[in-house]
Every structure is written in structure tokens, then in C-alpha cells.
Nanobody
Framework: EVQLQASGGGLVQAGGSLRLSCAAS????????IGWFRQAPGKEREGVSY????????YYADSVKGRFTISSDNAKNTVYLQMNSLKPEDTAVYYC???????????????????WGQGTQVTVSS
């Protein structure tokens, strides 16, 4: 059974940092790519970042470039999202998602991901 477990969210002041984790199980980690998405109240879910360990590729939304860093620990089947210089507009529920690595589609397209974690709340106060 494929499972994605997102964790690490919380309440932080503007300018602070959080590290989100996405622990994956039930599939061969190298055969999948992981994306981080977020959804704020009243807004659509949007892509934040993406990592393909097998291809050594990462992507970021323009809104988080230079502040967020995605990485993976293949030995632990875990992907991390280090979030620095957080802003109130980063407040959202953050989700990790997975899709097969041979699916060469737009990384931030929500509909192209097969598996989703349960989400973790990130709240940034001003």
C-alpha cells in the first residue's frame, strides 16, 4: 500500500523557518518523483516544489525560490522541504504527492500525481 506521511508544520513568526518531511512507503522510491503543494483557504492547490532523485532535478515556484529548498534522503525514503524566511502568504496546508518518474508532465500539475499525503498545516504570523 502506497503511503505518504507529511509532517513538520506548525506556527511560526514571519522570517522564521520550518522543515517539512514527507515519508514515503509502499513503492520504490527511485521510481517516483515527489512534489510539494499547498492550499490556502479559498484558493486552489498550487505547486511549491518538486524533486526527481533519479534525474537529479528540482523545481520551485517563483514565489518560494531562494527561500525554500527541497531535498531527499533515499535511504530513509523521505523528502524534505526546508522553508526559510517564511512570510504570512506562505500560510497554507502543505501536501506531498508522488507520481511515477517516467511521467514527463508539468511538475506543478496537481492532476498528474497519483498519491497524496494527508497535509500539514503551516501558519506564519506577521
Amino acid at each position: 500500500e502506497v503511503q505518504l506521511q507529511a509532517s513538520g508544520g506548525g506556527l511560526v513568526q514571519a522570517g522564521g523557518s520550518l522543515r517539512l518531511s514527507c515519508a514515503a512507503s509502499g513503492f520504490t522510491f527511485d521510481d517516483y518523483v515527489i512534489g510539494w503543494f499547498r492550499q490556502a483557504p479559498g484558493k486552489e492547490r498550487e505547486g511549491v516544489s518538486y524533486i526527481s532523485s533519479s534525474r537529479g532535478r528540482t523545481y520551485y515556484a517563483d514565489s518560494v525560490k531562494g527561500r525554500f529548498t527541497i531535498s531527499s534522503d533515499n535511504a530513509k525514503n523521505t523528502v524534505y522541504l526546508q522553508m526559510n524566511s517564511l512570510k504570512p502568504e506562505d500560510t497554507a496546508v502543505y501536501y506531498c504527492a508522488a507520481r511515477p518518474s517516467d511521467r514527463l508532465l508539468t511538475w506543478y500539475n496537481v492532476r498528474t500525481y497519483d498519491y497524496w499525503g494527508q497535509g500539514t498545516q503551516v501558519t506564519v504570523s506577521s
